[in-house]
Nanobody, 111 residues
Framework: VQLVESGGGLVQPGGSLRLSCVAS????????MRWYRQARGKEREPVAT????????NYADSVKGRFTISRDNAKNTVYLQMNSLKPEDTAVYYC?????WGQGTQVTVSS
């Protein structure tokens, strides 16, 4: 199993980023996918989840209305569109098939 995240970076408050995670080594459509994040000194927390077919999504209260999770099963890729970013969104973001993890991508929200 391999999960490779990309798209992180430095953005000003109020800005947007789109994270991508390319998956391989398992039957992508059979797995729900989840984005987690871990801020420095804090525990890893779930951010957003999407079902295997993409028809069902769930979000942490802290990101509802700002973040959107989606997937392209033809490309074995899951996305996280992040809008209206806040400094408290600063963290390493990881994608997961609920069994394995990627290496993470750093998102820093700062002016």
């Amino acid at each position: 199993v391999q999960l490779v995240e990309s798209g992180g970076g430095l953005v000003q408050p109020g800005g947007s980023l789109r994270l991508s995670c390319v998956a391989s080594g398992f039957t992508f459509t059979s797995y729900a996918m989840r984005w987690y994040r871990q801020a420095r000194g804090k525990e890893r927390e779930p951010v957003a989840t999407i079902s295997g077919a993409g028809g069902s999504t769930n979000y942490a209260d802290s990101v509802k209305g700002r973040f959107t999770i989606s997937r392209d099963n033809a490309k074995n890729t899951v996305y996280l569109q992040m809008n209206s970013l806040k400094p408290e969104d600063t963290a390493v973001y990881y994608c997961s098939n609920l069994l394995s993890w990627g290496q993470g991508t750093q998102v820093t929200v700062s002016s």
